[in-house]
């Protein structure tokens, strides 16, 4: 489904759950790290022992206020609050969280198209365990029962709020990549959707343009871009066939099955449980004083609209589409400063972008580590024709796997660049070797190129650049000779 | 007359008595005591004597073992002891052993304390007899057919039995202070935050605090002073020094100003008040300039704190759901599991201040309750703020009556919440309290005189304490 029925308008506004990238859990010295055996990093605390108490974690406070300070948030005074309910993955059977004093307030987002989302509120809270259903049929209703791994209970979580601003699927997930690319630039988050590190919820109604606001449903389990298009899309599909058939949409938590591909009733408000929120008595109220303040605001670097700009500044003329796709994913994948660095040390900007965004964003772990001066040789290599593309990858491959010189790397592979004089030797053999072709590509017939330069690389071992030899073929014709 | 704390300190110190010694002094007074009155519900003969023998082994090696060198201890049921069942006298911890010590034992036992075993308590410290425990109630010392006062009733009788000169219990509104005072002994709730509640089960966490139960004014300074001072894992500690504490004992309160509260003297009965009185006027002979303020807030305290306490428990609570450890009801799903092993694991009086708190808090009613009480908190707060504006020490009487007979009041849960009324006030404001006793009813029963002075006042708080100690009528001794 691509659009709404005419007249018909779909308001979304989105909850975003960033995990941040602490060290520690929110309130004691436990890892917070992905991936480990259950219940390896778990402490009284966290496990909510009896007599156990929280210590809140500084720097999961300074990691939400730069969330705050990049989306134009106010950082305020903020209280803890407990927001009581039993569940089994929640060791305290309450969960701490902030309710009417959040550290952020307010602010706003521009998406790469220049929409504006309002940003309602950004406040910390700690994540809960996970709940794995075993046995039976494997799902809630069906289990034989059910294990509990708290190693997240505990994490450091920034809760995101938008206002109800977005007004398409492809608003919202244009939302979702410039905050995920945001949290990432600030240090906040990881951003792995895959890992749950962003969580995203959506409220979802739907309108006559210019109308009152619907009544919205929330819709959960959003795991990742293409889960929060499509159940959106649904979502609103659902509600309009609705209201059109005379019905009124109700207020209720749904789930996203992404299966079946619809929004699941799960339960409705009126059966919404009561929190009892009230402020947490073992903590002390949250006061950043403004020199914190500050020192958080004077960490934070470019952000990555600026960011875009600078790529796209380098890049000179006007990006294809494919550029821009290119741009936005470098920055979003924090790569940015290796194609600026790559061009200062005199790589050509659209190849440096084009690898980045190809090649090195393919090797995540190693990105880190790739010497933007090595990386800049290889390129101009490429790009003056020494090294041919396929080749030049192979190197890249190299250089991110082991790092070293290009050059030397390239010579280990059996790359020696080949000596113009000896590559118009062999060019001139092969013309001779097959004169018909030659007569075909001299009589225009551009489809028996390829044909040729395969001859010269077949002779050469593969050594010689398809490009260069392209050009000797060109330039050959052009002369007439 | 069994030794003081410092006196049995002195000596293990000098090697003049063994640790091991003392320790198995105060096991074997419990071993031939305690049948009849029922203050431990667990006694830790073997560890305690290893930690005996190194604290000897300590001073043979010339090293000192603290100030508290060989001194046997009673902890409430209700703090943190790593590998010894921790149960809060509640079926629904079974036989849970935490995983660590509370702050407070580690800091005794840096001391050289020897903890000889654990208390009888009101279940989760919600109780003011002692009754409300999964182990069946603890006896007065003084008379066996009347309760000690509660939460921390085991360990105000652990004291006044003579079984061991110091005991730990926790004070939310009145549970070290009440029972001190029915028990005739020294108990103090220290200023909020000068004690780690790091590793006490909460009961109401704005509320709770750890403090000494002594012989002793002296001893109950030397207790404090090992416990007391900040701790990195309690967020609510306060980073401030040590207020001074065993050299205020004998300062005396020559040109103190100390003011007799009305209501916490004349709604009192009748024995209770004129013993207050009577330490009020001890004190004006002992050099103190003494009247009398009205601080009219107080009445309202108890009805706050029946509202801020439970609804607090309702929510520290909710993690004894069968899940993770302690009892298990087993039911066909979580929920189900979760209430069945509630219903079984709590008793009477914690499902009621459960329900009272849960209802407190709930959407429509928490600005009538909750939001509400907070501000009669607030304004009794205010209401001490005032007094201290004028004198040093305010005095008053720390229980409306002498100790009541065991199962007078376990019907009527309204008649033991005003066993409260004297004591909740410095609940609520936070600021240190001290019941010292001071005479007896005529039945002979101790009656206790509270002291409270301003947050972190605790030097004036045991000077005049000590000054009481010293007025009180020699009856009083056992």
Excluded at chain 1, 34 to 58: I, K, W, Y
Excluded at chain 1, 301 to 323: C, K, M, N, S, Y
Excluded at chain 2, 15 to 34: K, W
Excluded at chain 2, 260 to 286: I, S, W
Aim: aromatic content about 6%.
């Amino acid at each position: 489904m691509t659009g709404l029925p005419d007249g018909w308008e779909v308001v979304v506004g989105l909850e975003v759950h960033c995990e941040l990238a602490t060290a520690t859990k929110l309130f004691c010295g436990c890892a917070n790290a992905f991936g480990a055996e259950p219940n390896t990093n778990v402490c009284p605390v966290c496990l909510g022992l009896p007599g156990s108490l929280p210590v809140l974690n500084r720097r999961a406070v300074e990691l939400a206020m730069r969330i705050g300070v990049a989306l134009g948030a106010r950082i305020a005074p903020s209280v803890f609050h407990r927001k009581n309910y039993f569940y089994p993955d929640m060791p305290k059977d309450f969960q701490i969280s902030q309710y009417d004093a959040p550290i952020n307030r307010g602010g706003r987002l521009e998406l790469p198209d220049g929409t504006v989302v309002g940003i309602e509120r950004a406040h910390l809270e700690e994540d809960t365990g996970k709940t794995t259903h075993v046995g039976g049929t494997g799902r809630i209703g069906g289990a034989d029962r059910a294990l509990v791994d708290y190693n997240r209970a505990g994490v450091p979580l920034v809760e995101i709020v938008s206002a109800p601003d977005i007004r398409s699927a492809a608003q919202a997930r244009a939302y979702v990549a410039e905050l995920r690319a945001i949290l990432v630039a600030t240090g906040a988050s990881d951003g792995r959707m895959e890992e749950g590190s962003l969580r995203v919820d959506a409220n979802v109604s739907v309108r006559r343009p210019g109308g009152p606001l619907g009544t919205r449903c929330e819709i959960k389990n959003l795991n990742s871009m293409r889960s929060l298009g499509r159940a959106i899309e649904f979502e609103a599909a659902r509600q309009i066939a609705q209201c059109a058939a005379g019905g009124q949409v109700v207020q209720e938590t749904r789930h996203w099955d992404e299966d079946r591909g619809e929004t699941v009733p799960m339960r409705s408000k009126e059966e919404a449980e009561d929190y009892r929120y009230f402020p947490e008595p073992d903590l002390v109220p949250l006061e950043p004083d403004q020199r914190w303040q500050a020192e958080v605001a004077a960490s934070i670097g470019p952000l990555p609209a600026e960011r875009r700009v600078r790529l796209l500044h380098l890049l000179g003329a006007a990006p294809t589409p494919a550029q821009a796709e290119q741009v936005r994913s470098v920055v979003a994948s924090d790569l940015d400063a290796l194609v600026v660095a790559a061009c200062e040390h005199g790589a050509p900007a659209s190849l440096a972008l084009a690898r980045t965004a190809n090649e090195v964003a393919a090797e995540p772990s190693s990105a880190a580590r790739l010497d933007p001066a090595a990386f800049a040789t290889l390129l101009v290599l490429e790009a003056s024709g020494e090294l041919a593309t396929s080749q030049s990858k192979q190197v890249l491959a190299e250089l991110l796997a082991t790092g070293g010189d290009p050059a030397e790397i390239a010579r280990r592979l059996g790359f020696e660049p080949m000596d113009r004089g000896e590559l118009a030797g062999v060019i001139e053999q092969v013309i001779a070797e097959h004169p018909e072709d030659w007569a075909r590509f001299a009589g225009g017939e551009d489809k028996v190129r390829g044909p040729l330069i395969g001859a010269v690389r077949k002779a050469t071992g593969n050594k010689a650049d398809p490009a260069a030899v392209g050009r000797y073929l060109d330039e050959r014709r052009a002369r007439g000779s | 007359m069994s030794p003081t704390a410092l006196e049995l300190a002195a000596a293990v110190r000098t090697a003049e008595r063994s640790a091991r010694d003392a320790v198995a002094a105060s096991i074997e007074a419990i071993a031939a005591g305690d049948g009849a009155i029922h203050a431990f519900v667990e006694v830790l003969a073997d560890r305690a004597l290893a930690r005996a023998e190194q604290i000897d082994a300590a001073v043979a090696a010339g090293s000192d073992p603290g100030p508290l060198a060989g001194v046997p201890v009673a902890l409430k049921d209700n703090l943190c002891t790593r590998g010894v069942p921790t149960t809060c006298a509640s079926r629904i911890l079974g036989t849970w052993c935490p995983p660590y010590d509370a702050t407070v034992v580690e800091r005794l036992e840096r001391a050289g304390a020897v903890v000889v075993g654990k208390t009888n308590m009101d279940e989760f410290a919600m109780g003011s007899s002692t009754e409300n425990s999964c182990f069946g109630p603890t006896r007065n010392p003084r008379d066996h057919a009347r309760v000690p006062g509660g939460s921390s009733g085991g360990s105000a009788a652990a004291v006044a039995a003579g079984f061991v000169p110091l005991a730990l219990g926790s004070d939310t509104g009145g549970s070290i202070r009440q029972p001190a005072a029915f028990c005739g002994v020294v108990g103090v709730k220290p200023t909020y935050g000068l004690v780690s509640r790091y590793g006490l089960v909460a009961f109401a966490s704005s509320l709770d605090q750890i403090g000494p139960f002594a012989a002793t004014v002296a001893d109950a300074a030397a207790a404090l002073a090992a416990i007391a001072g900040h701790d990195e894992r309690d967020s609510t500690s306060l980073s401030d020094p040590v207020p001074e504490l065993a050299a205020a004992v004998g300062r005396g309160v020559l040109g103190r100003r100390i003011g007799v509260v009305k209501e916490l003297v004349d709604g009192v009965d009748r024995p209770v008040a004129a013993r207050a009185r009577e330490a009020a006027e001890a004190m004006a002979a002992a050099g103190a300039t003494v009247e009398e303020v009205s601080i009219p807030q107080l009445r309202y305290g108890l009805a706050a704190y029946y509202l801020l306490a439970p609804a607090e428990a309702s929510s520290n609570l909710a993690r004894f759901d069968g899940v993770r450890y302690g009892l298990r009801v087993d039911a066909p799903d979580a929920s189900a599991m979760n209430v069945a092993t509630r219903t079984e694991g709590f008793g009477a009086e914690v499902k009621r201040r459960i329900m009272l708190g849960t209802y407190a808090l709930s959407a429509g009613y928490y600005d009538a309750y909750y939001a509400r009480a907070q501000r009669v908190r607030t304004l009794v707060a205010q209401g001490f703020g005032r007094a201290f504006a004028t004198f040093d020490a305010l005095l008053g009487a720390t229980t409306p009556t002498t100790a009541f007979a065991l199962a007078e009041r376990t019907e009527n849960p309204l008649a033991m919440y005003l066993s409260d009324t004297c004591t909740v006030p410095a609940s609520l404001a936070g600021i240190p309290a001290i019941s010292v006793p001071f005479g007896a009813d005529p039945a002979g029963l101790p009656v206790g005189v509270q002291v409270m002075a301003p947050a972190l006042g605790e030097s004036t708080l045991f000077a005049v304490a000590g000054a009481l100690e010293r007025a009180a009528p020699p009856e009083r001794r056992p």
